[in-house]
C-alpha cells in the first residue's frame, strides 16, 4: 500500500509535523521533524533525505510546533486524516495515534534545545489526552551524552517514552562504510549503554547489500557481539527491529535484501543474542 510506503515529511504545508503509517509503530505515527535543516552527523550509504535541495527552516520554533501538532492531532481525533489523500487507503490505521516520533530529516539531538522541544510535545499530548501513545526518539545515538539531551530523555521517561537507538555495525571499520560518521564508533557503543542503563531501548539496524554483498557472517558476529556484551554490563534491550532499505538511495551500490535474506539474519542474531527481533522488509 503506497500509505505504507510513503514516509514522506509534509502535510498541510506543516514545516515541523507529518503523519505516516509506520510498521515499525504498528499504525500511526506522528512524526516531529527537528531537523527540517537537513543536519546531520551521519551521512548513511542508505539515507532517502534529499540533501541537495535547501532545508525548509533553520532553527524549531517551540511556539509553531505545539500549533503544528495541535492541528495535526485535532485532524486525526476529528477524521480529517483519515479522508485525505493516501489516508484514504486505511482509514482503519490513520484514526489512533500509536506514537509521536522525533524523526525526519536528520538527527534529532543536535539541536539546542531539545529537552524544550521533548516538553512542547509532552504538553500536547497531556493536553489532547493521548495517555496510550508513546514518545518515540529515532537516533543515530551520537548526541544521547548531551546535557540538554539527557534532560530531553527524562522528560520522555515521564511520558511513555521510548528511545530507538541506530546501530548497523559490530565494528570501526564497517561503521565508517555504511554510517560514514565523523563520529568514533566507541562513543555510539558507549551512549547507547549509558541510555541503556537508564532506561530500556529499541535498536534498531538495517541491513544492506554494499556492492551486491550483505554484511559478512564476522561482521554479524561482531554485531551480534555488541549487543551481548551491552546487556552483560548492565544495559537493557527491549527488542531489536532489523530492517533493510525500503527507497531509492543516493548510493546505487546500497541495495535491499530479500525478505529471506532478512529473516535469516533476524534468526541469527535471536539465537546469538537471546533478544527479541523484529523484521521489516
Known amino acids: 500500500m503506497s500509505v505504507v510506503r510513503d514516509h514522506s515529511r509534509s502535510f498541510a504545508e506543516f514545516t515541523f509535523v507529518y503523519p505516516v503509517i509506520s510498521r515499525r509503530s504498528r499504525g500511526l505515527s506522528l512524526g516531529v521533524n527537528l531537523n527540517p535543516d ?11 533525505v534529499d540533501r541537495r535541495t535547501p532545508g525548509r527552516a533553520n532553527r524549531v520554533d517551540v511556539p509553531q510546533l505545539r500549533e503544528e501538532l495541535t492541528a495535526l492531532i485535532h485532524a486525526v481525533q476529528t477524521g480529517e486524516l483519515a479522508r485525505t489523500g493516501k489516508f484514504r487507503e486505511t482509514p482503519e490505521l ?16 543536535m539541536i539546542p534545545n531539545f529537552a524544550a522541544c521533548v516538553e512542547a510535545v509532552a504538553d500536547v499530548k497531556r493536553a489532547e489526552g493521548l495517555r496510550d501513545a508513546k514518545l518515540v526518539l529515532i537516533t ?8 540538554d539531551v539527557r534532560r530531553g530523555l527524562t522528560i520522555m521517561d515521564a511520558n511513555q517514552g521510548e528511545v530507538w537507538a541506530k546501530l548497523d555495525a559490530g565494528t570501526e571499520g564497517y561503521f565508517r562504510l555504511v554510517n560514514r560518521s565523523f563520529v568514533r564508533f566507541d562513543r555510539i557503543l558507549a551512549n547507547l549503554f549509558a541510555t541503556a542503563r537508564e532506561r530500556p531501548i529499541v535498536v534498531q539496524s538495517l541491513f544492506l547489500r554494499v556492492r551486491g554483498e550483505a554484511m559478512p557472517p564476522t561482521e554479524l558476529a561482531a554485531y551480534c557481539e555488541r549487543l551481548n556484551a551491552l546487556v552483560a554490563a548492565g544495559g537493557c534491550i527491549k527488542e531489536i527491529h532489523a530492517y533493510t532499505v525500503a527507497r531509492p538511495t543516493p548510493e546505487p551500490w546500497a541495495t535491499k535484501l530479500e525478505a529471506g535474506e532478512l529473516e535469516t539474519i533476524a534468526a541469527t542474531i535471536h539465537a546469538r543474542t537471546g533478544l527479541p527481533v523484529l523484521a521489516f522488509a
Not at 543515530?140 to 546535557?147: E, M, N, R, T
Open 38 to 48: 537537513k543536519r546531520c552527523n551521519f551521512d548513511c550509504v542508505y539515507c532517502e
Open 94 to 109: 490513520a484514526g489512533v495515534i500509536r506514537d509521536i516520533a522525533f524523526s525526519g530529516d536528520g538527527e534529532p539531538t
Open 140 to 147: 543515530d545515538a551520537a548526541g544521547l551524552d548531551k546535557a
